[in-house]
Structure formats: C-alpha cells, structure tokens
T-cell receptor
Framework: DVKVTQSSRYLVKRTGEKVFLECVQD?????MFWYRQDPGLGLRLIYF???????EKGDIPEGYSVSREKKERFSLILESASTNQTSMYLC?????????FGEGSRLTVL | RKEVEQDPGPFNVPEGATVAFNCTYS??????FFWYRQDCRKEPKLLMS???SGNEDGRFTAQLNRASQYISLLIRDSKLSDSATYLC???????FGAGTRLTVKP
C-alpha cells in the first residue's frame, strides 16, 4: 500500500526556533513536494524536488529551505520560525499523475 | 489573477441534489487536470482525472473546456458521504485551487 509518512502530526515551536519537518515515502517516487494549507487559501506550493539533491522553488519559498539527500526523504526546514508560518504542512510524492499525500503536520509557532 | 481559481462555496445541498463546481486556470499550456477530495482534518486524495473528452465515474462527471480554460465536476444524486472539500489541480503546474466546500444535508 502507498505510504507517505510525515514525522510529526502536531508541533508547537517558539518564534526563532529552527524547525525540521520530515517526509518519507516508500514508493520509490522521484517527485516530492511540500505544500502549506491555510483556510481560504488552499494548498500553496513551497518547494518541490524531481530527484535526489535537486530542489525547485514553488510559489512561497521565503522563510523555508529543503533537503533531499535520499530519494525517499524530503525535509522542510524553517530556519527561524515565525508566527505567520503557523499552518498545516502537507508533503506529497508522485508517480505521474497521482499525488499521494502524507497526513499533514500542524505547526503552531508561538 | 491566480493561476487556479475555484468557486468559493460553501455549497449546501440536500441529499439527492445535483451540484457542479468549476475551476478556472490561467496557463493555456496546462495539460493535466485532476479533482481531489479532502475530508475534514484529512489529507487530499485523488477523486478523478479530467480528460479532454470528459469522463464519468459513477455519479461523478468531470469535464474540460480548453477554450474557456476551466474544468468542472458534476455530482449527481448527492450523498451525505459526499460532504467534503473538493480541490482542482493543474498537475503539470502542481497548483491547487483553494477548494470548494460541499455539505450534503439530509
């Protein structure tokens, strides 16, 4: 069965902290994505990766970075968390055409 | 203009009703389109692809209008279990619409 696993379902961090959100997929997909979802705004693409060590900016990369050292793992990093980064973060991987999503990580920055 | 725009909703319909959602896109070169369904506090899951000729899956019909740059989703004979948020996706751009919330009431 298809599986995309996000490391934490709920996180609470303080402003200025460095935050790591981990995503692992077991389907050998090349493509992986990070989105954030906010009420009324839908899913907005932060970063994506087509292969190991490759990354591309999405629509809202500011304040975020990513790491893809292994094919199965795609990490989202908030270098210095801010309150406006409080959101639901969704990781996805794909073999065209379908995107498979993890369950999401709800981050609250205080 | 946003790259992908959806009817804002919410749509509140009685069981058995027919309801339709539209989604417009701005990139005329877009090739792949999909509808996803997202239940409350869950991740989005693929509902159906949208093909140029239109396609049907049971009570669900998806259509693409390239000339006017929109896709549509029609749900016939609505069930309570259809209550969810429906997201359109322009796949090659990896862009989602904001979603349309549907509530089907008894």
């Amino acid at each position: 069965d298809v599986k995309v696993t996000q490391s934490s379902r709920y996180l609470v961090k303080r402003t200025g902290e460095k935050v790591f959100l981990e995503c692992v997929q077991d389907m050998d997909h090349e493509n992986m994505f990070w989105y954030r979802q906010d009420p009324g705004l839908g899913l907005r693409l932060i970063y994506f990766s087509y292969d190991v060590k490759m990354k591309e900016k999405g629509d809202i990369p500011e304040g975020y970075s990513v790491s893809r050292e292994k094919k199965e793992r795609f990490s989202l990093i908030l270098e210095s968390a801010s309150t406006n980064q409080t959101s639901m973060y969704l990781c996805a991987s794909s073999s065209r055409p379908e995107l498979f999503f993890g369950e999401g990580s709800r981050l609250t920055v205080l | 203009r946003k790259e992908v725009e959806q009817d804002p909703g919410p749509f509140n319909v009685p069981e058995g009703a027919t309801v339709a959602f539209n989604c417009t896109y701005s990139n005329s070169a877009s090739q792949s389109f999909f509808w996803y369904r997202q239940d409350c506090r869950k991740e989005p899951k693929l509902l159906m692809s949208v093909y140029s000729s239109g396609n049907e899956d049971g009570r669900f019909t998806a259509q693409l209008n390239r000339a006017s740059q929109y896709i549509s989703l029609l749900i016939r004979d609505s069930k309570l279990s259809d209550s969810a948020t429906y997201l359109c996706v322009v796949r090659n751009d990896m862009r989602f619409g904001a979603g349309t919330r549907l509530t089907v009431k008894p």
